[in-house]
Structures are given as C-alpha cells and as structure tokens.
C-alpha cells in the first residue's frame, strides 16, 4: 500500500474521533528498561592496561586490590574488589552496544524507553520515515502503525505513537530510524544519553546501591580514546 492510501486510511478514521481512545494503549506492557548483554563477540577497543588504569583512577587502588577478567562472550570487562563486582566500558565499547541497538531488531527492544523518545523525537511524522517503514511492514502491522499514528495525533502526543507500537513492530521502526536519520548522529546521541549520570545509573547500574562514573585518563578534550564508563553489576 502506497503512503497516500494510507494517509487517506487515517484521515477517513480520524473524522470519527470517538473511536481513538487511549485504551488501544493502556494493556501495552512498558518497554524493558533493563541493559541486555549481548551474546556477540566484541573485540577489545583499547588495551587490558587502560581499562585496568580507569578502575584504578577512580578508586584510588593498586593492581593487588582486585581481581579483572575479560567477559569474551558479552565484550565486557569486569572487576571485583571489595566484594562488589563492577563493568568497565570503553567509549568504543558503547559506540558499538549502541549501533548495535539501533541496527539490530533483536537488540532494538531493549533501548530504554526514555532514551528511544528522545532519539526518536517526531520522525513519526515524517514522510520518509513512513516510505521506509512500509517496506518492511506487512497489511497487519500497518493498521498498528495507523491506529498509532490516529493517537498521536488526537493526543499531541509522540510517546503515544510509541506506546502503541506493539513488541513485535518496534524493532522494525527503531531500526528504520537511522535509515532516515544520520546513523553516526543516533548512536552518539544514544552514547550521550547512557554516559549521562543520572541515565546511567538507572539504566546500565545492576544494584540499587551502585555507582556509575565516567573516567577521562587524559586531559586531552578532543581524545575519545581514553574516556570509560564504571557501573556496579551483580555478579563477577
């Protein structure tokens, strides 16, 4: 179906404004907010020493204060001491579980619901986004894309859109987002929202009681190199 039938669709149901409720929305579980690893192998992205030198720094310790090992299915680095176990993330190793939540459809569902809005933003209204879109969806997902959209539009509401948008067709929306927008702008968006503090906390922390920090070994500004995450988790 071309993109003027179905705006002719929403337009013929959106006269009868007694049929668009909020209850099309109201059963929809809240997308997870919680970090899932993935099983794919990532290479290093800096040197052992480095991310050793960044838990270090932050906790003002030695060598002998802790134990490190490499998670090689997740691409993760993990630290025990004091018996509290904690990951330790290099800026490239977020670049990538980011691109990897944009790109792939199984990694799309886990994006934190806040941090999707944001990326998001009203690229629902956006032609472009539609014409793409429609090449991946079939008749049925379709009349969830319309029922999502006659919301919105009767709410003022973008997380409406995104609210209705069942399991199943969201990773295809999400991943159809950096095929309209720069894919290098969304993943550093996404990048700043998990490295904020207080979203980092939330989102990437495994303990109610942890931390999250974020560590520049360097005093060299335009140097991404040297730039790490630290976030408690809950098992070493």
């Not at 904020?196 to 999250?212: P, Q, S, V, W």
């Amino acid at each position: 179906m071309k993109l003027k039938e179905a705006i002719a669709r929403i337009d013929k149901s959106a006269a009868n404004k007694d049929d668009v409720h909020l209850d099309a929305v109201s059963n929809q579980k809240p997308k997870s907010k919680i970090m899932k690893v993935s099983t794919k192998t990532k290479n290093k992205s800096a040197n052992t020493q480095m991310y050793e030198d960044a838990f270090m720094h932050h906790f003002k310790c030695k060598k002998e204060d802790y134990d490190f090992k490499h998670e090689s299915t997740g691409g993760y680095f993990k630290f025990k001491k004091d018996g509290s176990s904690y990951k330790v993330l290099s800026n490239e190793d977020l670049r990538r579980y980011c691109e990897e939540k944009l790109t792939d459809e199984d990694e799309a569902l886990f994006i934190p619901f806040p941090m999707l809005l944001e990326i998001a933003e009203d690229i629902h209204t956006d032609e472009r986004f539609m014409l793409a879109l429609m090449n991946k969806i079939n008749t049925k997902e379709l009349d969830v894309i319309i029922k999502a959209l006659q919301l919105s539009g009767f709410y003022g509401s973008a997380e409406i859109f995104w609210m209705a948008i069942s399991d199943e067709l969201l990773p295809k929306c999400v991943t159809t987002i950096v095929e309209v927008f720069d894919k290098k702008c969304c993943v550093e968006e996404l990048m700043g929202l998990y490295a904020d503090e207080r979203l980092g906390l939330e989102y990437l922390t495994e303990l109610k009681d942890g931390i999250f920090a974020s560590i520049k070994l360097d005093d060299n500004e335009l140097s991404e190199d040297d730039e790490f995450l630290i976030f408690t988790v809950d098992m070493f």
